[in-house]
């Protein structure tokens, strides 16, 4: 992998020994292994991307890490399957555009287009599966989903604009015209490639200030995923690990005492099941109502494990991965993060 653009791009933003630690984790597309050149296709930024964020989301969710550390010891790499990340829809966020749109001018320059459409009735949200066009069965996906503040009330909105209103936007203009470029190219100059990735990965984490006890109080009492993002902001809510029997790895992650959902959720139509690990929690510093910083312990990121199976897709009469999400097992996954109230250290 040395002599690769991929481990290059690694290489110069992390180190070369850092670079070679994250490669020996993940199973890494073919498709992603280009010989070194002076361009980076989108292919090789996307697969950079998702490499990047799959660490963040480790350094965040201890027994993420933990499962992952024990794979590679037994001679196993993790098979990145999708990340999951939350916005908010319609409602002020500064200087950062709301909803999937801060997300969308990402992916689709990354070779990302809408493989589903997933109404989340039960927590007012709409999730949408993002797909690479160019290798849709092994680049991972991305799982974002859009909180509809205007079915809560009216005191819950205002508190959404009073926390949100001050995200600002990591994306400079220069970072926008290289996504630009990237759209109509496909490829960017390596040196811009490594100008661009950390600012992408910069966008995965909250843009806001932190609210206060009593802004987080309200917005929990109503809906806890947008208490979360109150704190977590755009933050990989998950990532997920595609192994061949969820069950199993399910009990074995049981019988070590790790924190994991009882219950497998399974699609509708029964090729996709999913459970996860509960979700770390995380210490963040909240003011209370004389405006002193109060550290609170909350729900973070979590760490899923998913099974697909293979179909014959009847349309075009060949074998396909089922790369659909399921909205029951989404709002049923999404609970990890559930929390009914903060507690103080």
Same mark, same amino acid.
């Given at each position: %992998?040395?002599?690769?653009?991929?481990?290059?791009?690694?290489?110069? +933003?992390?180190?070369?020994?850092?670079?070679?630690?994250?490669?020996?984790?993940?199973?890494? &597309?073919?498709?992603?292994?280009?010989?070194?050149?002076?361009?980076?296709?989108?292919? #090789?930024?996307a697969q950079a991307l998702n490499m990047l964020l799959f660490e963040k989301l480790l350094k965040a969710v201890p027994q993420g890490n933990d499962y992952v550390q024990?794979?590679?010891?037994?001679?196993?790499?993790?098979?990145? $399957?999708?990340?999951?990340?939350?916005?908010?829809?319609?409602?002020?966020?500064?200087?950062? &555009?709301?909803?999937?749109?801060?997300?969308?001018?990402?992916?689709?320059?990354?070779?990302?287009?809408?493989?589903? +459409?997933?109404?989340?009735?039960?927590?007012?949200?709409?999730?949408?599966?993002?797909?690479?066009?160019? *290798? &849709?069965?092994?680049?991972?996906?991305?799982?974002?989903? #859009? +909180?509809?503040?205007? =079915?809560?009330?009216?005191?819950?909105?205002?508190?959404?604009?009073?926390?949100?209103?001050?995200?600002?936007?990591?994306? *400079?203009?220069?970072?926008?015209?290289?996504?630009?470029?990237?759209?109509?190219?496909?490829?960017?100059?390596?040196?811009?490639?490594?100008?661009?990735?950390?600012?992408?990965?910069?966008?995965? *984490?909250?843009?806001?200030?932190?609210?206060?006890?009593?802004?987080?109080?309200?917005?929990?009492? #109503?809906?806890? @995923?947008?208490?979360?993002?109150?704190? @977590?902001?755009?933050?990989? =809510?998950?990532?997920?690990?595609?192994?061949?029997?969820?069950?199993?790895?399910?009990?074995?992650?049981?019988?070590?005492?790790?924190?994991?959902?009882?219950?497998?959720?399974?699609?509708?139509?029964?090729?996709?099941?999913?459970?996860?690990?509960?979700?770390?929690?995380?210490?963040?510093? %909240?003011?209370?109502?004389?405006?002193?910083?109060?550290?609170?312990?909350? &729900?973070?990121?979590?760490? #899923?494990?998913?099974?697909?199976?293979?179909?014959?897709?009847?349309?075009?009469?060949? *074998?396909?991965? $089922?790369?659909?999400?399921?909205?029951?097992?989404?709002?049923?996954?999404?609970?990890?993060?559930?929390?009914?109230?903060?507690?103080?250290?």
């Amino acid at each position: %992998m040395s002599t690769t653009n991929l481990q290059f791009v690694l290489s110069s +933003l992390l180190g070369a020994e850092h670079a070679s630690q994250l490669s020996d984790l993940l199973q890494i &597309p073919a498709s992603t292994l280009r010989p070194r050149s002076d361009t980076v296709s989108r292919i #090789e930024i996307a697969q950079a991307l998702n490499m990047l964020l799959f660490e963040k989301l480790l350094k965040a969710v201890p027994q993420g890490n933990d499962y992952v550390q024990d794979s590679v010891r037994a001679g196993n790499k993790i098979r990145f $399957d999708h990340g999951a990340l939350r916005t908010v829809l319609g409602i002020s966020t500064g200087t950062l &555009p709301a909803g999937e749109a801060a997300f969308t001018r990402i992916l689709r320059p990354l070779g990302y287009h809408v493989n589903g +459409l997933y109404p989340l009735q039960r927590i007012s949200m709409t999730g949408r599966a993002y797909a690479h066009e160019d *290798d &849709p069965e092994e680049i991972a996906q991305f799982f974002l989903s #859009e +909180l509809h503040p205007h =079915n809560f009330s009216v005191e819950f909105q205002n508190t959404v604009n009073k926390v949100l209103a001050t995200s600002q936007d990591p994306i *400079d203009s220069h970072s926008a015209q290289l996504l630009q470029q990237l759209a109509a190219d496909k490829t960017l100059p390596i040196t811009d490639t490594l100008t661009l990735l950390p600012v992408l990965v910069a966008c995965f *984490d909250r843009q806001h200030d932190l609210p206060s006890i009593a802004d987080y109080q309200t917005l929990l009492a #109503e809906s806890a @995923e947008m208490a979360w993002i109150s704190t @977590e902001g755009n933050a990989f =809510n998950h990532a997920t690990d595609r192994v061949p029997n969820v069950e199993q790895v399910a009990d074995a992650q049981r019988a070590l005492g790790r924190a994991i959902k009882e219950k497998i959720e399974i699609s509708r139509n029964g090729r996709v099941r999913q459970t996860a690990f509960r979700a770390s929690t995380v210490t963040r510093a %909240m003011r209370d109502e004389n405006g002193v910083l109060v550290d609170m312990k909350v &729900p973070g990121s979590f760490y #899923e494990f998913i099974s697909r199976d293979r179909f014959l897709d009847e349309q075009s009469q060949t *074998d396909k991965l $089922d790369l659909t999400f399921d909205s029951g097992n989404a709002q049923g996954i999404f609970k990890m993060t559930a929390s009914a109230s903060p507690a103080t250290n």
